[in-house]
Structures are given as C-alpha cells and as structure tokens.
C-alpha cells in the first residue's frame, strides 16, 4: 500500500470510482481515457510498482482471468479482446502501480504503435 498512489488509493475507494469488479486480490475499473469501446483496468490491491517487481504468478495470473470474465460480461468475448501491461517507458508506463489493460470493441492493429 502506498499513500500517495493513484490506483492503491482508487482499490481502497478513497476515490470515488465505479468498481465493475471487486474481489480479495484485485478491482477493476473503466479507463479515464479510454482508447476502444470497453477499455478496463484491472488492477491489484497490493502496490507492485511494475510487472518488474511482481513476484505472486498467481496475482498475476488471475489478473488475466478476471479480465476475461469482464470479457464475457462486456459482450467481448466471442468478437476479440486485448490485455496489455506496459512496463517502463519504452511501453508507455504512466501509472506505477501494475495494472492489466482489457481493450476491445473494436478491431485492433498488430503491431502495436
Ligand atoms: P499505463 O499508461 O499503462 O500506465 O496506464 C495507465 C492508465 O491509467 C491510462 O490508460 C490512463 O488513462 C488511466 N488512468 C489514469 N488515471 C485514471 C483514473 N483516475 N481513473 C481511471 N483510469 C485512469
Ligand atoms: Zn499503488
């Protein structure tokens, strides 16, 4: 748990947004800015600034599985989904606290940009 980390502090509700996925481990929530129609974080209660410092592979593993049932829920499932982690800079890591992107509802390009 870190005080001053923007997803420690969103998984513990000290600010206020929607969860669409509760469990012992994790929460996920919609992206602010999102990037496809469903664009969801997936994010674990425990501060682990990146996939770097991760260390439980089952933490890690049921990240993947819980955004897959948000999938299913969302409709995604069957048409195609994407789930990323950016680490460090070259990836686009704005956020220190590991999270696992769901994208979908849409078609998407490969490679990524
Ligand atoms: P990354 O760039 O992989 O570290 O992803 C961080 C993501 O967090 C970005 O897609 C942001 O749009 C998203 N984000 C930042 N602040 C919030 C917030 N308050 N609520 C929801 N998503 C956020
Ligand atoms: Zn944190």
């Known amino acids: 748990m870190a005080d001053d980390c923007l997803f420690c502090r969103i998984a513990r509700q ?4 929607q969860l669409i996925h509760e469990s012992d481990d994790c929460v996920a929530f919609r992206d602010i800015k999102p990037q496809a129609p469903v664009h969801v974080l997936v994010v674990p209660r425990e501060h682990i600034a990146s996939l770097n410092d991760a260390r439980d592979p089952g933490l890690i593993g049921r990240l993947s ?4 049932e948000i999938a ?12 990323v982690m950016n680490t460090n800079a070259d990836a686009g ?6 999270h696992l992107h769901l ?3 849409r ?5 990524p940009g």
């Open 93 to 98: 890591q704005t956020v220190f606290h590991v």
């Open 65 to 68: 599985l819980v955004a897959a």
């Open 103 to 105: 994208l979908g509802g």
């Open 14 to 17: 000290e600010i206020p947004v």
């Open 107 to 111: 078609s998407m390009a490969w490679p």
């Open 72 to 83: 299913e829920r969302e409709g995604i499932a069957t048409t195609g989904y994407r789930t």
